[in-house]
């Protein structure tokens, strides 16, 4: 596939600009700010497109790069400017430029569900998944709410340590 | 006021983000986010995580509206921007024709008018020291550029790509200015660090001595001595900063870091920054362990060995990553 092709450029924004856009809203929850950093990955994919090599697919490539570009944004402006009187690492090129793509993203975290006690893991699926209140996860399931919460924690506990060194990774990549 | 917890427990996590927190709580984690800056970064951490599984799901994603007629011209323009600042600092060829262009009209110029020179030095993967024809000094850091005036005329005007550190001769009546894509630095006499990074479409300085005025379009800031600033091109904020603690952000010149009881996540982050290379704490309990030293003119294996030792850690290579493992230390 050559990237630096207008053609080639053309009909991957067709096939996937509106779903990269609903894909960052995710992380920034802004619309308008999501179409800018989507557009920013195509304009570097299209000017930079002779360096780049994908590795799995063009649709993973783009979920994962524009997962990183919502990333560094939310580390430079939403939490340094929040936070602007506690700057310490503050640099304009701590950008994380290599990032995983979305397939492998999504193998290590249907990995780290795997390791979910069974229980601890329908919570949590109930929750993050179907979006379903604590009180409906404990009506449901016939539990209390109390171990709602239990699971809940414990499941991010977990999840956090088997993804230990993919959290790390993502802040501390950096150039090639 | 609420008080600032110390921690937040993982329930408390999970409660936030499930959006099952009280006001109260919600408000706690929040103040302590915004606490310091290990906080935020523990913060997006977790966000990340909650967010990163979201996507996993089979749910549907919210549908944003998009206008795929103007988001494609956008894309086209920025492309070509981007294009125009690779030309200018990166592939050797095309600057050495751009030079001699650049160069060649000159001259021509000059046989007409007997202006004076104009003078374009790139950086590849050196530092450089310059001296320009006011006694200003300027060091350029790697892969960056500065265009001046073999002679300042009326005015002292360069302009600049990349990083560098400038030591600006005091002369009121002829201000210096520096243009940086579409940012002015302008001063009187001083000394200060400007960097521009293409990818993250930023701008920073970072000053020493004396007095700067920061514009960019209609923004302007002054800044003093010890304040940075960077200019956010794309949302076209310029925020305040305090600079480094650790002496980071002049580290490419000063080649020297200085840690005061920072946490070792701090201290790994600011090694992984100066020296380029991977390196991971093994496990969260690590980062609780604080340090204080400076390291100047040190390689980074010294420097590990030299951390690994005062806090009893193990360094251990594989291909380009550095893993520091070890029993971690007591939350203070």
New interface residues.
């Given amino acids: 596939m050559n990237l630096t092709d207008e053609r080639v450029?053309?009909a991957l924004?067709?096939e996937h600009?509106?779903?990269l856009?609903?894909?960052t809203?995710?992380?920034v929850r802004d619309?308008d700010l999501?179409?800018?950093l989507?557009?920013?990955v195509?304009?570097?994919l299209?000017?930079?497109g002779y360096k780049i090599k994908i590795q799995t697919s063009a649709k993973s490539y783009l979920l994962g790069a524009v997962?990183n570009a919502a990333?560094?944004y939310?580390?430079?402006?939403k939490?340094?400017?929040?936070?602007?009187?506690?700057?310490?690492?503050?640099?304009?090129?701590?950008?994380i430029?290599d990032f995983l793509e979305y397939d492998e993203?999504?193998l290590k975290?249907?990995h780290a569900?795997k390791q979910l006690p069974e229980k601890c893991r329908e919570i949590?699926?109930l929750?993050?998944?179907?979006?379903k209140?604590?009180k409906e996860i404990a009506n449901e399931l016939g539990i209390s709410l109390k171990t709602v919460?239990?699971q809940?924690?414990?499941?991010?506990?977990i999840?956090?340590q088997e993804?230990?060194?993919y959290?790390?990774?993502?802040?501390?990549?950096?150039?090639r | 006021m609420d008080q600032e917890p110390k921690h937040i427990t993982e329930e408390q996590w999970a409660r936030y983000f499930a959006g099952e927190s009280t006001d109260q709580e919600t408000n706690q984690i929040e103040s302590w986010r915004d606490a310091s800056s290990n906080n935020a970064d523990l913060f997006l951490e977790y966000s990340l995580l909650w967010e990163d599984f979201g996507t996993i799901g089979n749910k549907e994603l919210t549908e944003v509206s998009v206008d795929m007629g103007t988001a494609w011209e956008k894309i086209k323009g920025q492309k070509e921007m981007i294009e125009t600042e690779i030309t200018v600092s990166f592939p050797w060829f095309k600057i050495a024709a751009s030079i001699l262009v650049v160069m060649g009209l000159f001259f021509a110029i000059r046989q007409l008018n007997h202006a004076p020179k104009d003078l374009f030095v790139q950086t590849q993967n050196n530092t450089e020291f310059l001296q320009l024809s006011d006694g200003s000094e300027i060091l350029l850091n790697r892969n960056s550029s500065l265009e001046y005036p073999e002679e300042f005329s009326n005015e002292r005007k360069v302009k600049l790509t990349g990083e560098g550190f400038f030591d600006v001769s005091h002369d009121p009546d002829k201000q210096f200015l520096i243009t940086i894509g579409e940012a002015t630095i302008t001063v009187l006499g001083t000394a200060f660090n400007i960097k521009s990074s293409e990818l993250a479409d930023t701008v920073s300085v970072l000053v020493s001595r004396g007095k700067v005025l920061f514009a960019f379009k209609d923004k302007e800031q002054i800044l003093t001595p010890g304040q940075k600033a960077t200019l956010f091109t794309s949302t076209q904020q310029i925020i305040m900063q305090n600079s480094d603690p650790s002496g980071l952000d002049e580290f490419w010149r000063t080649h020297r870091l200085q840690f005061n009881g920072q946490s070792l996540r701090y201290v790994v982050k600011a090694l992984t920054r100066a020296y380029n290379k991977n390196i991971l704490l093994s496990k969260p309990e690590l980062s609780n362990c604080s340090l204080s030293a400076i390291f100047e003119n040190d390689s980074l294996s010294n420097i590990l060995d030299v951390i690994a030792l005062t806090l009893n850690l193990e360094v251990k290579r594989e291909g380009s990553t550095i893993t520091l493992s070890g029993d971690g230390c007591e939350p203070n």
């Fill in positions: 450029i053309s924004f067709q600009y509106q779903s856009v609903s894909f809203f995710q992380y619309k999501s179409e800018e989507v557009q920013e195509f304009a570097k299209w000017a930079d997962r990333l560094n939310l580390k430079h402006v939490v340094q400017n929040t936070y602007a009187q506690h700057q310490m690492y503050v640099a304009s090129n701590d950008e430029q993203l999504k975290l249907e569900l949590f699926e929750s993050r998944f179907e979006e209140r604590y919460e239990n809940m924690g414990k499941a991010l506990k999840l956090r993804l230990g060194d959290l790390p990774i993502l802040f501390f990549l950096m150039m």
